[in-house]
């Protein structure tokens, strides 16, 4: 079992440019979230989708967007790089609604992201 | 709004018992929850109690909730060295399932 698929797992871009991070999970899980991780902050929730067909902003939602393909994949696109979104971005999938244990995220290996 | 704290990090030797604090504010949160980050790796589930609970134990692990003053810790017994880690406590956003708010992190470095 895979579980969350994260790719790529390294990108460098330059301000300006776009780039679209893919996810694909294979658990049959009803909700994806898109995280971003740095330094002393944790992580913040960009946009999520609870179910196939929704998605929903989060915390830090400016500068992207996200589309769910399918119940498997879930995309985090940047339209116009900016050096603020340097980050580790991590995927993440679960059950959703009240099954298995609500809270239990599934996470990727993490997408690293430079912006010059 | 949500807010989840935590120191940022820990030091212990092995063998020593670890004590990682985290606060929070979401009173309504029904799970919390503490997260473990190996270096290079995404984020795993390590506990969590449910929110009518005070303690939970789970072999070497304590998890204690102190709802009156929105605390919660988890201690690691007899820590070794594979416990070194970043460890994320967590509360769900006004009790919507998935959708967690993360505290900073704690750094744990065991010293052999």
């Known amino acids: 079992n895979a579980g969350v698929t994260q790719t790529p797992k390294f990108q460098v871009l330059k301000t300006g440019q776009s780039m679209t991070l893919q996810c694909a999970q294979d658990?049959?899980?009803?909700?994806m979230y898109w995280y971003r991780q740095d330094p002393g902050m944790g992580l913040r929730l960009i946009y999520y989708?609870?179910?196939?067909?929704?998605?929903d902003k989060g915390e830090v939602p400016n500068g992207y967007n996200v589309s769910r393909l399918n119940k498997r994949e879930f995309s985090l696109r940047l339209e116009s790089a900016a050096p603020s979104q340097t980050s580790v971005y991590f995927c993440?999938?679960?059950?959703?609604?009240?099954?298995?244990?609500?809270?239990?995220?599934?996470f990727g290996e993490g997408s690293r992201l430079t912006v010059l | 709004g949500e807010d989840v704290e935590q120191s940022l990090f820990l030091s212990v030797r092995e063998g020593d018992s670890s004590v990682i604090n985290c606060t929070y504010t979401?009173?309504?949160?029904?799970?919390l929850y503490w997260y473990k980050q190996e270096p290079g790796a995404g984020l795993q589930l390590l506990t969590y109690?449910?929110?009518?609970?005070d303690m939970k134990q789970d072999q070497r692990l304590t998890v204690l909730l102190n709802k009156k003053d929105k605390h919660l810790s988890l201690r690691i017994a007899d820590t070794q060295t594979g416990d070194s880690a970043i460890y994320f406590c967590?509360?769900?956003?006004?009790?919507?399932?998935?959708?967690?708010?993360f505290g900073q992190g704690t750094e744990l470095s065991v010293k052999p």
């Open positions: 109690i449910f929110s009518n609970m």
């Open positions: 979401d009173s309504s949160s029904t799970y």
């Open positions: 967590a509360e769900s956003m006004g009790n919507q399932g998935g959708k967690l708010i």
């Open positions: 989708s609870a179910s196939e067909g929704t998605t």
């Open positions: 658990m049959n899980h009803n909700s």
């Open positions: 993440a999938s679960s059950e959703g609604g009240t099954s298995g244990v609500v809270g239990e995220l599934f």
